[in-house]
């Protein structure tokens, strides 16, 4: 089923460092346009993160605020979407509480995603139940607002099957339809590799390009970029294969007749890298420019005043589910 108005959106991001391209062709974009189409809640994911961060609590709270700007920057408007911190909602704890209960450790250690994450942290024996647990608190910030739809990438999928999973659970147990299954908006965009030429452009890896990089920077990075090794005479010829420039150019190139006509001119041989780093600077700048001036003139109390107020707005919603959620369960109690 697709987006129409009275779909509700809910999406968000763990504010462990400030956005980068990666998040700008994965879901910014994407959020910009679906801001016109319906009801989009932003969900700025302070407590997920500190299942990663909790040993560094102040780089999350400093990092909200530098999300929060990056979304205004990029055309995210607060009266059209609600952009608001995980933490000023407690009604999610609440609702992650009594799903904690409908899941197993098997079902979550089986979660692809998890998995994943938990062997790129090297947790090995000594998982933190926090963040073993992190699906069931994502579930809770889904399934709190009403969400008919998730726009994520495909590795978010075992999240929204998890979700659906305890929503029928939920439901079953308690014999409600009080909570709502959601569906996954597969965002088609593939994923932004990262300039050293790694799977995944990501803050921790050092290797994105942000949002509020200074122009000098952006430079420096584009022409940092990794490319062919073996192209090293301009008239040899080069391989396209996880050339991090042609990449960069696919995914942000606005002419792509012409960034064809490049591919097959490097793969027969005669065009430079340098002159291919320069078309790909070019093209960024225009796009940094406008976001990175927007940036400067939004002061760090203004950003997040802004957040402060998307959690006030939204606060009756989460109350009103957890309200029914716990007449569900039978958790209410009346003094006579
Ligand atoms: N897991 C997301 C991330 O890694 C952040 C997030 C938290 C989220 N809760 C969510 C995304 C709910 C979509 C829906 O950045």
Known sequence: MGINK???ILTGDRPTGPLHLGHFVGSLQKRVELQNQCKQYIMIADMQALTDYFK???????????????????????????????????????????????????????????????QLRQFDDSIPAGFLCYPVSQAADITLFNATHVPAGEDQAPMIEQTNELVRRFN???NTDCLNEVELLLSNTPRLIGIDGNAKASKSLGNAIFLGDSPETVHDKIFSMYTDPNHIRVNDPGSIEGNVVFAYLDAFHPDKAQVAEWKEHYQKGGLGDMY??????????????????????????????????GAQ???????NTLDK???????CYHSS
Do not use: H
């Open 172 to 174: 079953y147990t308690y």
């Open 56 to 118: 560094e609590p102040a780089k999350v709270v400093q990092n909200v605020t530098e999300v929060v700007k990056d979304y205004l920057a990029v055309g995210i408007d607060p009266e059209k979407s609600t952009i608001f911190i995980q933490s000023q909602i407690p009604e999610l704890t609440e609702l992650t509480a009594l799903f904690m209960n409908l899941v197993t450790t098997a079902r979550l250690e089986r979660n692809p995603t998890i998995k994943a994450e938990i």
């Open 276 to 309: 291919l780093k320069q078309q790909l600077c070019d093209v960024l700048q225009n796009l940094l420019t406008p976001i990175r001036e927007r940036r400067k003139t939004i002061s760090d109390e203004e950003a997040l005043d802004i957040a402060i107020a």
């Open 313 to 319: 707005a939204i606060k009756p919603i989460a109350q």
């Open 325 to 331: 959620v716990k007449r569900a369960v039978g958790i």
């Open 6 to 8: 009275d779909s509700i």
